[in-house]
């Protein structure tokens, strides 16, 4: 059973380790939410799973999108998580 994969609202895939800002857009103007790292796909439920950018905890993300952001991607491995799919 393939899956789309998850869009940031470039309408580009998400990109495992890439940080990304929760968005809503709000009467006249956006609301910028929490940073967020991508850390891929749970194996076994197939949850999208993010990361909070600073502490690397797992966290939720609100708002109807996700804005990249230019900063390098970091591989959520070497922050203690263990290999997810992309």
Not at 44 to 69: K, M, N, V, Y
């Amino acid at each position: 059973m393939a899956t789309e994969p998850m869009l940031d609202t470039e309408g580009k895939a998400l990109k495992v380790g890439a940080m990304y800002c929760c968005v809503s857009p709000r009467n006249g103007y956006t609301d910028f939410g929490r940073l967020v790292r991508y850390c891929g796909k749970d194996v076994e439920s197939g949850r999208e799973l993010f990361a909070d950018a600073d502490t690397w905890e797992e966290c939720s993300i609100h708002g109807e999108g996700l804005a990249p952001q230019l900063c390098p991607a970091v591989d959520p491995v070497t922050q203690g998580w263990p290999k997810l799919a992309a």
